[in-house]
T-cell receptor, first 114, second 115 residues
Framework: AQSVTQPDIHITVSEGASLELRCNYS??????LFWYVQSPGQGLQLLLK??????LVQGIKGFEAEFKRSQSSFNLRKPSVHWSDAAEYFC????????????FGGGTRLMVKP | KAGVTQTPRYLIKTRGQQVTLSCSPI?????VSWYQQTPGQGLQFLFE???????NKGNFPGRFSGRQFSNSRSEMNVSTLELGDSALYLC??????????????FGPGTRLTVL
């Protein structure tokens, strides 16, 4: 069955440090991939998406992600974390490659130390 | 453009009751999907509506149902509520213009508590 794994449930980084959140998927074909962020009590905000083409995609708020087919991964990165980045981050795969039926990973909660 | 709106934002019900949640998509968006978010199960897809028809369905019991109106607004209904239905219910809308390139935009959610 298709699945998305985010191995790290919690991550704590210092403000100004770099960040990498991991995401692995199990899917037969090359899926459509997404990263969303959720602040407490809020809905999900789209950070970036990958459909095809260049495997390094840029998103909002200075985030980027790299699709690696050989590793079935789509890791999210940011070179310098800000305190406002503290939130929960979700990786998602589109089950039918149409963008409207997502399977989510369990999420990674990011805490930022001053 | 206004974002996805969901009403009500908070709801408290008792076991056995039924509940209806509402979602207004972004103007021009024709697809509406619903997700359930719980601490134990995470984010799970419920169903998707497009042109007033259910196009995709997740693995939830028949107590969970939905519909979409001609203006793309959608409602979700849960009958015979159980304690385990307590969750944040998220609605997402997308253009559904070009097959294979759609992106979902989420509303703030409705927090349902079942007592």
């Amino acid at each position: 069955a298709q699945s998305v794994t985010q191995p790290d449930i919690h991550i704590t980084v210092s403000e100004g440090a770099s960040l990498e959140l991991r995401c692995n998927y199990s899917y037969g074909a090359t899926p459509y991939l997404f990263w969303y962020v959720q602040s407490p009590g809020q809905g999900l905000q789209l950070l970036l998406k990958y459909f095809s083409g260049d495997t390094l995609v840029q998103g909002i708020k200075g985030f980027e992600a790299e699709f690696k087919r050989s590793q079935s991964s789509f890791n999210l990165r940011k070179p310098s974390v800000h305190w406002s980045d503290a939130a929960e981050y979700f990786c998602a795969v589109d089950l039918n490659n149409a963008g409207n039926m997502l399977t989510f990973g369990g999420g990674t909660r990011l805490m930022v130390k001053p | 453009k206004a974002g996805v709106t969901q009403t009500p934002r908070y709801l408290i019900k008792t076991r056995g009751q039924q509940v209806t949640l509402s979602c207004s998509p972004i103007s021009g968006h024709r697809s509406v999907s619903w997700y359930q978010q719980t601490p134990g199960q995470g984010l799970q897809f419920l169903f998707e509506y497009f042109s007033e028809t259910q196009r995709n369905k997740g693995n939830f019991p028949g107590r969970f149902s939905g519909r979409q109106f001609s203006n793309s607004r959608s409602e979700m209904n849960v009958s015979t509520l159980e304690l385990g239905d307590s969750a944040l219910y998220l609605c997402a809308s997308s253009l559904a213009e070009l097959a294979g390139t759609d992106t979902q935009y989420f509303g703030p959610g409705t927090r349902l508590t079942v007592l």
